[in-house]
T-cell receptor
Framework: DAGVIQSPRHEVTEMGQEVTLRCKPI?????LFWYRQTMMRGLELLIY????????DSGMPEDRFSAKMPNASFSTLKIQPSEPRDSAVYFC??????????FGPGTRLTVL | GQQLNQSPQSMFIQEGEDVSMNCTSS?????WLWYKQDPGEGPVLLIA?????ELTSNGRLTAQFGITRKDSFLNISASIPSDVGIYFC???????????FGKGTMLLVSP
């Protein structure tokens, strides 16, 4: 299995631009999680889906952030408009049950 | 919300030494997990613990689920340079699907 796939691996953009991060979970996994990692705040859960349905989005910082999961093999996290404070590493993780989460390699986002 | 306190924040040791790190919580968890993150990669699950008092090994790694359910420990024996990375603990409550992560322990191993 290829594991969780994320793209792009690195993204540099200017403040105000729209950013879209993509994730392909491991086939057969019912749960998908989006995390943000920074030095100051560590790993923060942004949102998670179960069977493509958003279950808890209380970690999404602002209305500028949105996430979708149109099917079992694809999810996006969108930031519009982006701000410098959004700079972080964003991880997608999937799991067949909710504890054994498998993480992707992450997307390092830099907003100038 | 729940918080996990991981200690130490960082460790710098010599190859061959044993390592101990721990994680404490202000509240009870029913599952404890330990992850390792290599530079530029995502966290990888090392050990999962499901019962209070449980002691589980994975090669040179041994983890324990504290009796009080509020703490967990990870030990690494005979460290090697590839043990370098950040080790995260994570706790989960039954009935919830989310994990609460600690801030991590950065381990550096000198050859």
């Amino acid at each position: 299995d290829a594991g969780v796939i994320q793209s792009p691996r690195h993204e540099v953009t200017e403040m105000g631009q729209e950013v879209t991060l993509r994730c392909k979970p491991i086939s057969g996994h019912d749960y998908l999680f989006w995390y943000r990692q920074t030095m100051m705040r560590g790993l923060e859960l942004l949102i998670y889906f179960n069977n493509n349905v958003p279950i808890d989005d209380s970690g999404m910082p602002e209305d500028r952030f949105s996430a979708k999961m149109p099917n079992a093999s694809f999810s996006t996290l969108k930031i519009q408009p982006s701000e410098p404070r959004d700079s972080a590493v964003y991880f997608c993780a999937s799991s067949p049950v909710s504890d054994t989460q498998y993480f992707g390699p992450g997307t390092r986002l830099t907003v100038l | 919300g729940q918080q996990l306190n991981q200690s130490p924040q960082s460790m710098f040791i010599q190859e061959g030494e044993d390592v101990s790190m721990n994680c404490t919580s202000s509240s009870i968890f029913n599952t404890w997990l330990w992850y390792k993150q290599d530079p530029g990669e995502g966290p990888v699950l090392l050990i999962a613990l499901y019962k209070a008092g449980e002691l589980t090994s994975n090669g040179r790694l041994t983890a324990q689920f504290g009796i009080t359910r509020k703490d967990s420990f990870l030990n690494i024996s005979a460290s090697i340079p590839s043990d370098v990375g950040i080790y995260f603990c994570a706790g989960q409550n039954s009935g919830y699907s989310t994990l609460t992560f600690g801030k991590g322990t950065m381990l550096l191993v000198s050859p």
